[in-house]
């Protein structure tokens, strides 16, 4: 139990260490913990929530065997990412130092890391997840040297593997250990995604460079900037490859997405009793959301899929984009060259007002700016109070 406790975090300890000693005393010869309810147990493993912790819960005993599988909410932290692929696996120093070259050479840009990360594989196995729900599919092990490979053993697992005894599955979270898209040190890029069978709409934040509030003051630059600054996009921006750029974040932030929605399709299959999930990076970089609705409508229409990629079908797009030089966010920062793209489908934006684009309903953008987390949710809030431009994108 003691094993079990120590990967909790400090506000959980009484879940199991704490609550153990207090139902325990000398008096009695059994565990007084065995004296809780099943309703309180599963509680418990709620506030758990963490697959590994669980995965060790389940082979305390046979009541916990029983009772985890019950539990409704739970959290895959991903350690990294490896191939299937046998083929892979067997040039995997050749890959390693390829992937090292890559990741140092911040020169080549957004494309490079996003390419690795799609054609190296989102959709691939996890690994080291730990002791789990399920029978693991590898393992090393070896009669003549049991007690030495015992510690360095070693189990692989997909995202399915790991969930499919979880017959409960209410909420779900997956954190990957990264984002998939290797910026420039300094830029600041987030995203936000609702998918159901298909993208139901994408924000994304990013700019330039995050400074502080002195060192921009401080800078000649940034007179120039607030001087120019008309509520329109000034003529460099479109010279210096500023909107260049600014494509390139909004197309790898999307196939990033669809990446991740492609995983998912298995997960969602087999657990026809969840109402939310979560596609996190532990960057904070991009997130995937799926609700009840969207859920169910996932189960009932197929995903389409992009040709030969493992990642879902973009669906032609209408895209509001929003541009500020600088922009002085709560917390003492400035976003420079702060753009704020907010993405629906098309037919999903015909009857919209964007900036005098068309006529129609009065435009509620109020979606755009709770996609994010503060601080940088009041920097959308402030970005799209100026001037809009609309752009359109075919299915990809």
């Not at 460079?209 to 007179?223: G, R």
Request: with cysteine; proline share 5%; charged share 20%.
């Amino acid at each position: 139990m003691s094993s079990v406790a120590a990967d909790l975090p400090e506000s959980h300890w009484w879940c199991v260490h704490g609550l153990s000693s207090l139902l325990s005393s000398p008096e009695y010869e059994i565990d007084n913990f065995d004296r809780l309810p099943d309703s309180i147990l599963i509680v418990i493993f709620n506030r758990i929530g963490d697959v590994k912790v669980l995965g060790r819960c389940f082979v305390v005993c046979r009541r916990f065997q029983a009772l985890v599988p019950l539990v409704d909410n739970v959290v895959v932290r991903v350690d990294c990412v490896i191939s299937e692929d046998p083929s892979l696996s067997s040039s995997s120093s050749s890959s390693s130092a390829i992937s090292g070259s890559i990741s140092s050479d911040k020169t080549r840009g957004v494309f490079s890391h996003f390419a690795r990360f799609v054609f190296g594989g989102i959709v691939r196995p996890f690994y080291a997840l730990g002791q789990i729900l399920s029978v693991p599919s590898k393992r090393v092990s070896s009669a003549n040297s049991a007690s030495s490979s015992s510690s360095s053993e070693v189990s692989h697992h997909s995202p399915t593997e790991v969930l499919k005894n979880f017959k409960e599955l209410r909420r779900l979270r997956i954190e990957l250990p990264a984002g998939e898209l290797g910026v420039d040190e300094g830029v600041l890029l987030k995203w936000k995604a609702d998918f159901g069978s298909t993208l139901d709409s994408c924000v994304i934040l990013g700019a330039a460079s995050v400074l502080s509030s002195k060192s921009a003051n401080a800078n000649p630059a940034h007179d120039l900037c607030v001087g120019e600054d008309n509520g329109c996009i000034p003529e460099s921006f479109y010279m210096n490859g500023g909107l260049k750029l600014r494509v390139v974040w909004t197309i790898s932030s999307l196939i990033a997405a669809s990446a991740r929605h492609f995983l998912l399709q298995p997960i969602i299959s087999d657990h026809e009793t969840l109402d939310f999930l979560d596609l996190i990076d532990a960057d904070g970089q991009g997130v995937l959301t799926m609700d009840r609705w969207q859920l169910q409508d996932l189960r009932v229409r197929p995903v389409s899929a992009s040709g030969s990629s493992q990642r879902t079908l973009v669906p032609a797009l209408s895209m509001r984009l929003w541009y500020a030089p600088l922009l002085e966010i709560p917390g003492g920062l400035v976003l420079k060259g702060a753009t704020l793209v907010a993405i629906r489908p098309s037919e999903e934006s015909q009857k919209e007002v964007v900036g005098g684009c068309s006529v129609g309903e009065p435009l509620d953008l109020s979606w755009v700016s709770n996609a994010l987390e503060e601080p940088y949710r009041t920097a959308a809030k402030m970005l799209v109070k100026r001037r809009t431009y609309c752009l359109e994108m075919n299915s990809f």
